[in-house]
């Protein structure tokens, strides 16, 4: 998985990093540490904007109580019945899916 910079996803998204944070702290995008570095995973951004239902997939998560991590590592798990991971699917415009298994991820 390919993280960015702050300022890297800053840029493909066209804001800036002020911006961005505030996108983090909306619940609109997850950030995780590497290296002691907050970095966001590159394939939450797609032709210059967030993931379609990716919001809302992520509000899922939270609200099952998934960490920022978890909610990466969950997001980019291969599953089969999907197929590919649930990040693949909403970039292929398939968010009823992944919400579905979103829903019921917690639980």
């Not at 609109?28 to 993931?51: C, F, H, N, S, Y």
């Not at 590919?84 to 979103?102: D, H």
């Amino acid at each position: 998985m390919e993280l960015l910079d702050l300022p890297g996803a800053a840029d493909a998204l066209g804001l800036t990093v002020p911006e961005l944070t505030q996108l983090v702290r909306d619940g609109r995008l997850v950030a995780v540490r590497e290296g002691g570095v907050r970095k966001i995973p590159a394939g939450m951004i797609q032709d210059g904007v967030v993931v379609k239902s990716l919001p809302s997939v992520i509000t899922q998560l939270r609200d099952a109580h998934f960490a920022d991590d978890e909610i990466v590592d969950w997001l980019h798990r291969e599953d089969d019945s999907l197929p590919g991971s649930p990040i693949e699917a909403l970039r292929a415009n398939r968010g009823s899916e992944v919400k579905r298994r979103a829903q019921v991820a917690g639980y």
